[in-house]
């Protein structure tokens, strides 16, 4: 419960964390189940507020942010949900003007990267 005030956490990320104080994998995953029915865990809240707070320190590729979701133990179609989600039209142009400050990006890279073609284009 402690590790649950202290901070947002991830089904994956708890798990991981009981085990390593001492709980079985069957008691950490009983441990989590429960608190996902109980709201306490939600690794779509998780993602969500992950992604916003890391677009406001600095400007990442939407590819790049998947797959730092996807590295703390967040599903595929969870992490795609949070960045598209997070990636409105407004605030995308905005992450993907600051992307661009880093270096010079072809199109084409932009578009690998994970950035809407609507966004590209306004550049």
């Known amino acids: 419960?402690?590790?649950?005030?202290?901070?947002?956490?991830?089904?994956?990320?708890?798990e991981r964390k009981l085990m390593l104080r001492?709980?079985?994998?069957?008691?950490?995953?009983?441990?989590?189940?429960?608190?996902?029915?109980?709201?306490?865990?939600?690794?779509?809240r998780y993602a969500t507020l992950w992604v916003s707070a890391r677009l406001r320190r600095k400007a990442e590729s939407p590819r790049d942010l998947r797959k730092k979701l996807q590295s703390k133990g967040i599903?595929?179609?969870?992490?795609?949900?949070?960045?598209?989600?997070?990636?409105?039209?407004v605030s995308e142009k905005s992450v993907l003007n600051r992307y661009v400050q880093k270096k010079e990006f072809s199109r084409a890279e932009l578009r690998a990267a994970g950035f809407s073609a609507e966004a590209v284009d306004s550049l």
Do not use: F, H, P, Y
């Open 22 to 44: 001492g709980a079985s994998r069957n008691e950490a995953r009983r441990i989590c189940l429960k608190l996902i029915e109980a709201g306490m865990i939600d690794d779509k």
């Open 75 to 89: 599903n595929a179609a969870c992490a795609c949900e949070a960045v598209r989600d997070a990636l409105n039209s």
């Open 1 to 14: 419960m402690r590790l649950v005030a202290r901070a947002e956490q991830t089904s994956a990320g708890l």
